[in-house]
């Protein structure tokens, strides 16, 4: 494979050229929220995209590395702000690095044993996600929250354990400020 450049919109999170592009909207995050009225009811009234990744496809091989940037709107759902739905890596020792570009976020972080982190992001914060640990951002502020990524490339997604339990905790807006709190679906699923 020959070495390449690409240009990275840091105010805007393009990629160019990106070859792989994927929106999600709420009805792609369904059970994800606590508020399923809330859910139901925006999906209703237009379905609204929470978030973009533009990913640089290389093979899938491992030694590769996949870069990725990712935009995510503000919002909320109920008083649940806008987040990635979160994965374990499907090869679950491959790690990651996110550097955050524009906005204010949380990188939220867990294990399988139940550990638990919440890293505040800003511009220029590098987040480094060890193996085994699950990763979901949320957008805090009231701007896009854009970050870089760059993972190895046979990591893999396994979204359906984050799809089942959620995350231990949840970020919802309290008094003006984002807050974690237990999440209370976290045990039932
Ligand atoms: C790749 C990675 C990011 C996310 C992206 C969207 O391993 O962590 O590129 O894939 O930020 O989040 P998810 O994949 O959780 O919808
Ligand atoms: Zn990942």
């Known amino acids: 494979m020959w070495p390449f450049a690409l240009a990275v919109d840091l105010q805007r999170g393009g990629l160019e050229p990106c070859n792989n592009i994927i929106e999600r909207h709420l009805s792609d995050m369904r059970g994800m929220y606590i508020d399923e009225a809330a859910t139901e009811q925006a999906i209703a009234q237009g ?5 973009e990744v533009n990913q640089y496809d290389v093979p899938f091989e ?8 990712t935009v995510i709107q503000p919002g909320r759902v109920g008083d649940e702000y806008y987040m990635t739905k979160g994965h374990f890596h499907e090869q679950i020792d491959r790690a990651e690095v996110y550097v955050g570009l524009q906005g204010q976020g949380y990188l939220l972080l867990e ?26 951002m949320v957008n805090v ?4 929250f854009i970050f870089f990524g760059v993972y190895p490339a046979d990591a893999g997604h396994n979204y359906g354990d984050i799809e089942k339990r959620g995350f231990v905790k949840v970020l919802v807006e309290r008094d003006g400020r984002p807050t974690l709190l237990l999440n209370p679906r976290h045990e039932m699923r």
């Open 141 to 144: 502020g009231r701007e896009e």
């Open 62 to 69: 491992t030694g590769q590395l996949l870069v990725v940037t």
């Open 47 to 51: 379905d609204p995209l929470l978030y």
């Open 111 to 136: 294990t399988t044993g139940g550990e638990f982190e919440a890293l505040p992001v800003k511009p220029g914060t590098l987040t480094y996600i060890p193996p085994y640990w699950a990763h979901r």
